[in-house]
């Protein structure tokens, strides 16, 4: 059985960090695509965050880069997320996920964790 578990989120204070862990089960990353995704209620969960590639690539959207940073251990099957000089538009619902394609669209993704809030207050 597939297990994907977010921890890690909480109540920051504007220009605060967090970092966001999600650990894997019944899974061999090696060949997965790994990311991180975000879901505001009300509005409809949005493309990838942050996503590391099975060799090792990572890629940022432009929303967070210079703020977020991805990192894998496959040896750990962890997967986490470093978020830096957050804002109140970072508040929302942070999922991690694994998918044997490269994508930023979560419909590619199969696997996914249950969510970790994270509120960042102004």
């Known amino acids: 059985q597939v297990q994907l578990v977010e921890s890690g989120g909480g109540l920051v204070q504007f220009g605060g960090s967090l970092t966001l862990s999600c650990k894997v089960s019944g899974l061999n990353l090696g060949g997965y695509a790994l990311a991180w995704f975000r879901q505001v209620p009300g509005k409809e969960r949005e493309g990838a965050l942050c996503?590391?590639?099975?060799?090792?690539?990572?890629w940022i959207d432009d929303s967070v880069k210079g703020r977020f940073t991805i990192a894998r251990d496959n040896a750990k099957n962890t997967v986490s997320l470093q978020m830096l000089s957050l804002k109140p538009e970072d508040t929302a619902v942070y999922y991690c996920?694994?998918?044997?394609?490269?994508?930023?669209?979560?419909?590619?993704?199969?696997?996914w964790g249950q969510g970790t809030q994270v509120t960042v207050s102004s």
């Open positions: 996503i590391s590639n099975s060799d090792g690539t990572t």
């Open positions: 996920a694994a998918s044997w394609l490269y994508s930023v669209y979560a419909k590619d993704y199969d696997y």
